[in-house]
């Protein structure tokens, strides 16, 4: 798939995730109206869906081949700063685990 502009503007529900998600490399083909645009990356098994033709428009980020099947469905009024959290908790699982586990006291540390 080659790699082309996303046609989300700067206002659009979804646009800062179409922005980082270019960032990391994710790419979608071209799309001329409004539907679901699919991103992928070749080193991520995620898929993202951003689809701003349904009211509320909504963003699907759904796990790949590793592990168990899960997603996250988010909706356009959730703010631009929480799509991007959301966006790198979703890839990076055990991290956000990691971290979890130290704000809460259940770190386990070695000697």
């Known amino acids: 798939m080659t790699r082309t502009q996303h046609t989300l503007s700067g206002t659009a529900p979804f646009a ?3 922005e980082e998600l270019a960032e990391l490399g994710f790419e979608t083909g071209h799309y001329d109206t409004p539907g679901p645009r699919q991103y992928t990356a070749t ?6 869906t951003i689809d701003d ?3 509320p428009p909504r963003a699907v980020l759904a796990s790949g081949e590793d592990g168990p099947a899960w997603h996250i469905e988010l909706r356009g009024d959730v703010p631009d700063g929480a ?4 966006l790198y908790a979703a890839l990076h699982p055990d991290n956000i ?4 586990r ?5 770190a386990h540390t070695t000697a």
């Open 102 to 106: 130290a704000a809460t006291g259940t």
């Open 97 to 100: 685990a990691a971290a979890a």
């Open 53 to 55: 033709s349904r009211r």
């Open 83 to 86: 799509q991007v959290m959301t």
């Open 16 to 18: 800062a995730l179409a």
């Open 43 to 48: 080193d991520s098994p995620m898929q993202i």
